[in-house]
C-alpha cells in the first residue's frame, strides 16, 4: 500500500503522507523510495510547478524516523550509510527546481523536521499538538540527515544548539517566533495556506529571510568569534548537565560547528560519521531498549488482554490534601481533566491542597502550557471539603493520608460507606502491604495500592498494586488512569517495599553504613553522581525526609530480616532533629530551601572521624552491588513481571543511570559472574548482607541472562 | 393535595450558599462569578448530583460587572456541566434569585426543563465605577481618531471634573429617592418607631446568630477557602452579631434624617457580598434520581406599587395573591420569611397585612393575616444575615425549604420586596 498520496491542484501537487496501518507517519526505507520516486515525477511533469507536503494523520505531521529500523544496524558502516542516503534524500529535495512547502500539523519531530527544514517554506498550526523538534540526542543519536546544518543556518547557532543538544521540542508560536517556520495558522486552513504559499513561490520566488536575532545575535551566531563563545557555553552546559556519560549532545556540537565553520559539506560529513558511530555505540543501544521497553509499558495493562474493560473515570475522589494528595489530584485534573475532590480533615488543610493542585495548572499556564481559559476550566474541576460528601459518584478514590496502617484501614472504611460498590480504593502507600490495608474491606476486590513518588507532577513513574484479591477490571483501570496521568505505570507484587523502595532499601543502608565507617558525605554522593545518578544517595536521603526513610527501613528491617537492616545512623540525626530537606536540616546544610554543602556537625554527631583517603572503587562497589543483588533477589521473588519492568521502574523511580539501561541489564553487562565474584569478595568482608541471590547464582551455572543477549 | 395551577409539581431539591460577607470585608478580592460558581458547584457536590443532569441555569444579579455581564452562563460553563446548557441571567432588583427560581419554575412545569439550577449573586465590592458622560464621550472620540494629532485634540478637551468616576446609584431613577429615604418615609408615614425597628434588628441578630450556633445555618453554607494560600476559612457571615443589644441600636444615628429620623445602619440590611443557588427537578425526575425534595413550589406572585408611593409596599400586593393561587389562606402557613431590607419596611408590610383600614386603603377584600413572629423569620433575616440584592431569594427559599422539612410544616411563605416598588411572594408545600 502507497504512504504517499498525490494530486495536483493548479499546478500543484499536494502530497499526503499517511502510513498505512500506523497511528503515526515515520520516516522507513519504504517511505524513502516512494518519497524518492516522487520526487522524480514532481521534477519531470511539466504539469506541476510546486508541492505541499502534508500529514494524512491527526494531530501528527511526521514522529520522526522508523526507530525499528536502528535496532537492525549491525556495523557502523551500515548506520553511516543510513544517515548519509537520509541525507542524500533531503538534500534533492531543497536542491529540487520546484519549490515545495511543508505545511504541519502535529508532531513534527526528528527526520521529519529536518525533512521540513529542506523544505522552501514552512506553514504550521498554532495548535499546542503541533511540536517541532529534534529529540535523537534522547535515544543517544544526533539529527543524522542534515538537521545539524540546516537548522542552526535557519535560526541562528545559539537557538539551535538550545533545541539540538536537549532534544526539546517547541510549539508553533515559539517556533515562528525562531524563524523556523514561515507562517503560523489555524488547522482549518492549513492546507489552504499552503497551497497559497506554494503558488506565491512560483510566482515571486523563494523568499528572503531576515535573521531573527538582534544586534547580539548578530554578534554571536554571525561572526566566528561570536561562534566561538556560543561553543564554549554549550559544551559547558552539555558537561555541567550530563556529565561525559552521554557522548551525542558533543557529536552533535561538533557536526554544527564543523558545518558553520567549514561550510555544509564538511559538517553534513562530519554528521554522518557521528551518527553512524553513535547509532551502533552502547549508549544509544541502551537508549533505544529503553525507548522500546517504555513503548512497550505503554501497551501493558498489567493484566492479559482482554480479561477486563477499564472502567472510565470521569470522577476522582483523593483522601488527604497534603502534599501528595494535592499532587495526585493536580496532575489528575491537568493531564485527565478529571473532576476531582479532595478530602482532608481539616479545612484549612483541604484549602491548601486545592492550592497546590490548582498550582500545577498555573505553572502549566505560566509556562504557556494551558491557555488562560483552559486553566479557569481546569481549575474548576478541583474542589474540596472536610467530610466525603462529593465521593458518591467518585469512580477511583486515591488515599494518601499519613503512613499509618490503622489510619489507612479507617480511611478505607468511611470511604466504602461513602461510595458506590464499583468504586475503585487505590493506597498511595510506599510501605504498608496492600493486602493488610484492605483486611477488613467489604469489597477487597476493589482495593489496590498506587504509588506515586513526590513530586507526583514531576516523577514519571507510578506502582500498581494489586492483592491476591484484586480483581483485573480494578488494575487495568488503574494502570490505565495511571498513564493518562502521564506516568509509565509497572505492576509489581504487594511484596514490602513493593519494586522501587525495595531496590533502594539496602543501597540507602549502605551509604549509611559507609557513614559510619567515615567516608564522608561527599565522597559517596560524588562517586554515584559519577556513576550516573543524578543525586547521590545521601543526598537522595535528604529529599526522602529522613523520618519517612527511617520508617521504611523499619518496614524493609521487619519484612527480610538482618539483611535489611538499618544502621543507627539516620536514627541518631532524627534524634538531632534532623529530618532531611523538608525542614532544612539532614545530611546537607539548607540556605532558602537550597542545599548548601555537608553538614560537617553530623560526624561528631555520630561520634566519626571522616577518613580523608576514602576509596571511591569501594564506596561505588559496595553501592552498586547491594543495588543490584536486591534487584535480582527481588525479581526471583516476583515482586515485578519481568526484568523489563524492573529496568524501567529503577530508571524512573529513582533515576538509574540510563546509559546503563536499569539495573538487571547491568548485571548482564558486567555478567553474572563477575557480579556473583564481588558479591562473595563483599559478602567475605561485610558479611551476609551480601550474600548473592539465587538467581545470580544460576545465571552462572546455567549461562542465563536476564534479556536475550 | 395537590392543585398547583404550576403544571407540572417543581420540587426544591436543596440549596446552598456561600458565606455572605460586608462588601468591603472578607470577600472583597472576590468576583461574582466566583462567588457564584462556588455556590453552585459545591450544590452539585453536597447533593451529589451529576452536572450532566442540569438543563438549564438561571441567576439574578443587580449589579453585573461590565466583564461578565451574564454571569449565569459562566455558571452553566462549570466543567461539571455540559456547555450545551443554556443561561441567563436576570434583574428583578433584590427578589431577582426569586424570579430566578420562579422562571426555572415555569420552564419545569411546562416541560421544557427537567433539572435547573437557578439563584443569584451579589459583589458590591465589585461594582462597575464608571467615567462622566462627557469623559466617555472624548474617549470613544478619541478612539475613532485617525491621528495622533487628531486623537490628542480629542483627549485635550479633558477637564479635572470630567475625570470624577460616577457610582451606580442606589437611588430610584423614577423619584430620585434613596432606597433609606423611603425606608424613613415608610417609618414615619405608618408610625413605626425606632424602638420598634431595633428590636426587630435585635430578633434577627439573636436568631441568626442562634441558628449558626446550632448548625442550621452553617449547614446552608459552603465555607469559602479565603487568603493566598486558600487556607483563611470562611465558613459562616460576618454581620451576624451575637453581642447586641437594645442599647447598643439605641447608639446609632440616623443614617438619612439626622434630626427626625429612626432608620439607622443597625436597623437596616447591609450592602453585601455572596451568592446562593438552589436546585429545582421536576417532582418524578426528583424521585427517579433518588432524591427526597424538601418542599414543593405551590405558588408566586409578583406585584408593584408607584415608587413615589412608599416604595417598599410591593409585598402587601404580592402576599394576598400568592396566597389565593396557591389556594389557602395565611392562617394555613406554617412558617414565614420576609426579607429584612428595613426594618421599618418589614414593620409597613406587616402592618399593612394585618388591619381592615389598610385593606380599605389598598382594596383587598380584607386583612391579609396577623403575623406570628414565633414562625416568622425563625433564624434570622437580612438585617442580620445579610443582603446581596440578587442572592437572597435563594438563600430565604433554602432557609424556608429547610426548616419546613425540619418543622414538618404543610406550608410556608416567602414575602421579598424590591426596588422599583416591586414585591415579590412565594408559597412552599410539603405534603
Given amino acids: ?709 | 393535595m395537590h392543585d398547583s395551577r404550576l403544571g407540572r409539581r417543581v420540587a426544591i431539591v436543596a440549596g446552598l450558599r456561600t458565606p455572605f460577607a460586608k462588601s468591603g470585608t472578607v470577600l472583597r478580592d472576590v468576583s461574582a462569578t466566583a462567588l457564584a460558581r462556588h455556590a453552585a458547584r459545591e450544590l452539585l457536590v453536597r447533593s451529589e448530583l451529576d452536572g450532566r443532569e442540569i438543563d438549564e441555569v438561571i441567576f439574578g444579579q443587580v449589579v453585573p460587572s461590565v466583564r461578565v455581564p451574564n454571569v449565569a452562563r459562566e455558571v452553566s460553563l462549570l466543567p461539571q456541566l455540559l456547555p450545551s446548557v443554556p443561561a441567563y441571567s436576570l434583574n428583578r432588583a433584590c427578589a431577582s434569585a426569586a424570579q430566578a427560581i420562579t422562571n426555572a419554575a415555569d420552564q419545569i412545569a411546562l416541560g421544557h426543563a427537567d433539572v435547573v439550577l437557578a439563584g443569584g449573586v451579589e459583589s458590591l465590592s465589585d461594582i462597575p465605577v464608571l467615567h462622566s458622560r462627557r469623559f466617555s464621550q472624548i474617549l470613544v472620540e478619541a478612539g475613532k481618531a485617525k491621528s495622533v494629532g487628531g486623537r490628542l485634540a480629542a483627549l485635550a478637551r479633558t477637564r479635572p471634573r470630567d475625570l470624577v468616576p460616577v457610582t451606580p446609584a442606589v437611588a430610584e431613577p423614577s423619584t430620585g429617592e434613596t432606597m433609606g429615604q423611603s425606608a424613613e418615609k415608610m417609618a414615619k408615614e405608618n408610625g413605626i418607631t425606632r424602638e420598634a425597628q431595633d428590636r426587630l434588628a435585635l430578633q434577627s441578630h439573636e436568631r441568626a446568630a442562634a441558628a449558626t450556633a446550632d448548625g442550621r445555618l452553617s449547614a446552608e453554607i459552603a465555607p469559602w477557602f479565603g487568603g493566598r494560600g486558600m487556607d483563611e476559612i470562611i465558613a459562616g457571615d460576618n454581620g451576624i452579631r451575637s453581642d447586641t443589644s437594645l442599647e447598643a441600636l439605641g447608639q446609632l444615628r440616623p443614617v438619612f434624617d439626622r434630626r427626625y429620623g429612626s432608620v439607622t445602619a443597625g436597623n437596616a440590611s447591609p450592602l453585601t457580598d455572596g451568592a446562593a443557588a438552589v436546585l429545582l427537578m421536576a417532582e418524578d425526575k426528583a424521585i427517579a434520581l433518588g432524591y427526597e425534595p424538601l418542599a414543593f413550589l405551590r405558588s408566586y406572585a409578583v406585584a408593584a406599587v408607584d415608587p413615589g408611593w412608599q416604595l417598599l409596599m410591593g409585598p402587601v400586593y404580592a402576599v394576598p395573591r400568592a396566597l389565593e393561587r396557591a389556594g389557602i389562606a395565611w392562617g394555613d402557613l406554617g412558617l414565614v420569611e420576609i426579607h429584612e431590607a428595613f426594618a421599618a419596611q418589614v414593620l409597613s408590610n406587616v402592618q399593612a397585612w394585618g388591619s381592615q383600614a389598610w385593606a380599605d386603603r389598598l382594596g383587598l377584600p380584607g386583612p391579609v393575616g396577623e403575623v406570628d413572629w414565633e414562625r416568622t423569620n425563625v433564624m434570622g433575616g437580612s438585617i442580620a444575615i445579610g443582603h446581596p440584592f440578587g442572592a437572597t431569594g435563594a438563600r430565604l427559599v433554602t432557609t424556608l425549604a429547610n426548616e419546613m422539612r425540619r418543622r414538618d410544616v404543610q406550608f410556608g411563605l416567602i414575602s421579598i420586596c424590591a426596588q422599583g416598588g416591586m414585591g415579590s411572594a412565594l408559597v412552599l408545600e410539603r405534603d
Fill in chain 1, 1 to 709: 500500500m502507497s504512504a504517499l498520496g498525490t494530486t495536483v491542484e493548479d499546478g500543484i501537487a499536494v502530497v499526503t503522507f499517511d502510513l498505512p496501518g500506523e497511528p503515526v507517519n515515520k520516516l522507513s526505507d519504504a517511505v524513502k523510495v516512494e518519497f524518492e520516486a516522487l520526487l522524480i515525477r514532481i521534477r519531470d511533469d511539466e504539469g506541476i510547478r510546486a508541492a505541499v507536503l502534508i500529514s494524512g494523520k491527526p494531530d501528527s505531521f511526521i514522529a520522526g524516523a522508523d526507530i525499528e529500523e536502528f535496532t537492525a544496524l549491525t556495523t557502523e558502516s551500515a548506520a553511516e550509510r543510513l544517515s548519509f542516503e537520509g541525507q542524500e534524500m533531503v538534500n534533492r529535495v531543497e536542491t529540487l527546481a520546484k519549490p515545495v512547502v511543508a505545511a504541519i500539523h502535529g508532531a513534527c519531530l526528528g527526520g521529519g523536521l529536518e525533512l521540513a527544514l529542506a523544505c522552501h517554506y514552512r506553514v504550521a498550526t498554532d495548535h499546542p499538538k503541533t511540536q517541532l523538534g529534534l529529540p535523537e540526542v534522547q535515544l543517544g543519536l544526533i539529527p543524522g540527515a542534515g538537521g545539524c546544518q540546516r537548522l542552526p543556518r535557519l535560526i541562528g547557532a545559539r537557538a539551535a544548539l538550545e533545541m539540538i543538544l536537549t532534544g526539546k521540542s517547541e510549539r508553533g508560536a515559539k517556533a515562528l517566533r525562531l524563524g523556523l517556520v514561515d507562517e503560523l495558522v489555524p488547522p482549518s486552513i492549513l492546507r489552504a495556506t499552503a497551497v497559497a504559499a506554494a503558488g506565491r513561490l512560483v510566482r515571486d520566488g523563494l523568499p528572503r529571510r531576515a535573521p531573527k536575532t538582534g544586534l547580539q545575535g548578530l554578534l554571536l551566531d554571525r561572526t566566528a568569534a561570536g561562534r566561538r563563545l556560543v561553543y564554549r557555553a554549550a559544551e559547558k552546559k552539555v558537561l555541567a548537565k550530563s556529565g561525559s556519560h552521554y557522548p551525542a549532545p558533543l557529536r552533535a556540537l561538533e557536526a554544527v560547528r564543523i558545518g558553520l565553520e567549514q561550510g555544509i559539506t564538511a559538517g553534513l560529513a562530519a554528521e554522518h560519521r557521528a551518527f553512524g558511530e553513535l547509532a551502533v555505540g552502547e549508549v544509544s543501544r541502551k537508549l533505544v531498549q529503553v525507548f522500546f521497553a517504555t513503548a512497550a509499558l505503554k501497551k501493558d495493562d498489567g493484566i492479559p488482554p482482554g480479561m477486563a474493560v477499564p472502567r472510565q473515570i470521569r470522577r476522582l475522589g483523593v483522601v488527604g490534601a497534603g502534599f501528595m494528595g494535592a499532587g495526585i489530584a493536580g496532575t489528575a485534573v491537568a493531564n485527565v481533566e478529571v473532576d476531582t475532590r479532595l478530602k482532608d480533615a481539616d479545612l484549612a488543610r483541604v484549602g491548601k491542597g486545592i492550592k497546590a493542585a490548582t498550582g500545577i495548572l498555573a505553572e502549566r499556564l505560566k509556562r504557556r502550557r494551558i491557555t488562560r481559559p483552559q486553566f479557569e476550566r481546569l481549575s474548576a474541576m478541583v474542589s474540596g471539603g472536610d467530610d466525603y460528601r462529593g465521593f458518591a459518584r467518585a469512580d477511583l478514590v486515591i488515599e494518601a493520608v499519613f503512613e499509618d496502617l490503622d489510619l489507612k484501614r479507617r480511611v478505607l472504611a468511611e470511604v466504602e460507606a461513602a461510595v458506590r460498590p464499583e468504586t475503585i480504593f487505590a493506597s498511595n502507600t510506599s510501605t504498608i502491604p496492600i493486602r493488610d490495608i484492605a483486611a477488613h474491606a467489604i469489597r477487597p476486590e476493589r482495593v489496590l495500592g498506587m504509588h506515586f513518588f513526590s513530586p507526583v507532577e514531576k516523577m514519571p513513574l507510578l506502582e500498581v498494586i494489586p492483592t491476591d484479591d484484586t480483581a483485573a477490571e480494578a488494575i487495568v483501570t488503574a494502570v490505565r488512569f495511571g498513564r493518562r496521568m502521564g506516568k509509565t505505570v509497572i505492576v509489581v507484587a504487594d511484596h514490602p517495599g513493593f519494586w522501587v523502595n525495595r531496590i533502594l532499601s539496602p543501597y540507602l543502608n549502605e551509604a549509611a553504613i559507609l557513614i559510619s565507617e567515615g567516608v564522608p558525605v561527599e565522597v559517596i554522593d560524588r562517586t554515584m553522581t559519577q556513576w550516573g545518578f543524578p543525586v547521590g544517595p545521601v543526598a537522595l536521603l535528604d529529599e526522602v525526609g529522613l523520618d519517612v526513610a527511617q520508617k521504611a527501613g523499619g518496614v524493609m528491617h521487619a519484612a527480610f530480616g538482618d539483611r535489611l537492616q538499618p544502621p543507627e545512623t539516620l536514627a541518631r540525626l532524627l534524634a538531632d532533629g534532623r529530618l532531611g530537606r523538608k525542614n532544612g536540616r539532614g545530611f546537607y546544610r539548607y540556605h532558602d530551601g537550597h542545599k548548601a554543602g555537608v553538614d560537617d556537625t553530623i560526624y561528631p554527631l555520630l561520634g566519626i572521624r571522616p577518613v580523608e583517603d576514602a576509596d571511591t572503587g569501594v564506596v561505588e562497589r559496595r553501592l552498586v552491588h547491594a543495588m543490584l543483588n536486591e534487584a535480582a533477589m527481588a525479581l526471583d521473588e516476583g515482586a515485578v513481571r519481568s526484568a523489563r519492568d524492573g529496568d524501567v521502574g529503577a530508571l524512573f523511580g529513582i533515576g538509574f543511570p540510563a546509559f546503563r539501561g536499569g539495573p538487571l541489564r547491568t548485571i548482564d553487562d558486567l555478567t553474572a559472574t563477575r557480579v556473583l565474584e564481588a558479591l562473595r569478595d563483599l559478602e567475605d568482608v561485610h558479611g551476609p548482607r551480601f550474600a548473592p541471590a539465587v538467581s545470580l547464582v544460576e545465571a552462572v551455572t546455567h549461562g542465563t541472562r536476564y534479556y536475550p543477549a
